[in-house]
C-alpha cells in the first residue's frame, strides 16, 4: 500500500523561506499526478500546486504563483513544495496528494480534490513574528 507522508512543516517568520517535503513509500509509487493543497484555519482545502508524472505539466493556483515551486526528485521519490517570501496569510496545513487514475475533469486537470485518490497526513506551517 502507498503511503505519502509529508515533512518540514514548522513555525516561519514572514518574508523567511521554507521547504516542505512529501515522501511516497510502501510499493513502487507512480501516479498520474502529485499535488500540493492547503488548508488555512477556518477555510476550505485549496489547490495548491500540481504536477504531472511525467513533470511535462505543472499547475499553480493563485495563491501559489510567484512565491511558491512545485518539484519532484525521482530517485529519493520526493515531492517538494518551496515557499518564499511567506506571508501570514500562507499559513496553514500542507497536503500532499497523489492521483492513480487519468484526470477525470479534463478542463480542471487535477486541480480539484476529487481528482485525488491518496492523501498525505499533512504538516502543519504557522506564519508569524
Known amino acids: 500500500q502507498v503511503q505519502l507522508v509529508e515533512s518540514g512543516g514548522g513555525v516561519v517568520q514572514p518574508g523567511r523561506s521554507l521547504r516542505v517535503s512529501c515522501v511516497g513509500s510502501?510499493?513502487?509509487?507512480?501516479?498520474?499526478?502529485v499535488g500540493w493543497f492547503r488548508q488555512a484555519p477556518v477555510k476550505e482545502r485549496e489547490f495548491f500546486a500540481v504536477?504531472?508524472?511525467?513533470?511535462?505539466?505543472?499547475y499553480y493556483g493563485d495563491s501559489a504563483k510567484g512565491r511558491f515551486t512545485i518539484s519532484r526528485d525521482n530517485d529519493k521519490n520526493t515531492l517538494y513544495l518551496q515557499m518564499n517570501s511567506l506571508k501570514t496569510e500562507d499559513a496553514g496545513v500542507y497536503y500532499c496528494?497523489?492521483?492513480?487514475?487519468?484526470?477525470?475533469?479534463?478542463?480542471?486537470?487535477?486541480?480539484?480534490?476529487?481528482?485525488?485518490?491518496?492523501w498525505g497526513q499533512g504538516t502543519q506551517v504557522p506564519v508569524y513574528s
Open positions: 510502501g510499493r513502487t509509487f507512480s501516479a498520474y499526478a
Open positions: 504536477m504531472s508524472w511525467t513533470c511535462t505539466t505543472l
Open positions: 496528494a497523489g492521483a492513480l487514475l487519468p484526470a477525470r475533469d479534463g478542463r480542471r486537470w487535477y486541480r480539484v480534490q476529487e481528482e485525488y485518490d491518496i
